[in-house]
T-cell receptor
Framework: EAQVTQNPRYLITVTGKKLTVTCSQNMNHEYMSWYRQDPGLGLRQIYYSMNVEVTDKGDVPEGYKVSRKEKRNFPLILESPSPNQTSLYFC???????????????FGPGTRLLVL | AQKITQTQPGMFVQEKEAVTLDCTYDTSDPSYGLFWYKQPSSGEMIFLIYQGSYDQQNATEGRYSLNFQKARKSANLVISASQLGDSAMYFCAMRERSNDYKLSFGAGTTVTVRA
């Protein structure tokens, strides 16, 4: 089944404790992206990757890191989480970023993060 | 500047009735696409419908249709014959050719369908 998977789905942590949220897609997509969702703000892009080893900042990259060593994986790293990073996080992928403007982005199931 | 504006935080609709969700957008790019996603209480994002800026006809997908008014920069979603399972948050999003690496989302509209 074609899908984007994220782990963990739920996470409670404490301020300053490094964590990684994994994202994996099995569709051979070139493009991957991370978003965070907050009430009243919709989804905002954190980082994106056009292909392996190519990543760039989105609208809200502060406090996050990413890497793209393999095409299928795009982990999101919080080196020193803070309470303002409590949010719902989505990973998304699409075949390419520069293809058809109508190309659908496929979203993972989301990761709910609470930072105490 | 906000690229996507959804002015209705929440709406109630009676089962079997139609509901219109408003979405206005802001772009100077002539090439762009507009998307609607549904997010049920379980949290996943479900793609519903797409409209391209050069598409001559309004998009339709089953009970979903998009009322695209280019001059007014609006892309309202119409859900016909509402069902209880339509209760969810709905997001309007835009992708511009000049920024084709991302979707810009609105704040969302929560729809509650009453029996």
């Amino acid at each position: 089944e074609a899908q984007v998977t994220q782990n963990p789905r739920y996470l409670i942590t404490v301020t300053g404790k490094k964590l990684t949220v994994t994202c994996s897609q099995n569709m051979n997509h070139e493009y991957m992206s991370w978003y965070r969702q907050d009430p009243g703000l919709g989804l905002r892009q954190i980082y994106y990757s056009m292909n392996v080893e190519v990543t760039d900042k989105g609208d809200v990259p502060e406090g996050y890191k990413v890497s793209r060593k393999e095409k299928r994986n795009f982990p999101l790293i919080l080196e020193s989480p803070s309470p303002n990073q409590t949010s719902l996080y989505f990973c998304a992928s699409s075949l390419s970023a520069s293809g058809s403007i109508g190309e659908t982005q496929y979203f993972g199931p989301g990761t709910r993060l609470l930072v105490l | 500047a906000q690229k996507i504006t959804q002015t209705q935080p929440g709406m109630f609709v009676q089962e079997k009735e139609a509901v219109t969700l408003d979405c206005t957008y802001d772009t100077s790019d002539p090439s762009y696409g507009l998307f609607w996603y549904k997010q049920p209480s379980s949290g996943e994002m479900i793609f519903l419908i797409y409209q391209g800026s050069y598409d001559q006809q309004n998009a339709t997908e089953g009970r979903y249709s998009l009322n695209f008014q280019k001059a007014r920069k609006s892309a309202n979603l119409v859900i016909s014959a509402s069902q209880l399972g339509d209760s969810a948050m709905y997001f309007c999003a835009m992708r511009e050719r000049s920024n084709d690496y991302k979707l810009s989302f609105g704040a969302g509209t929560t729809v509650t369908v009453r029996a």
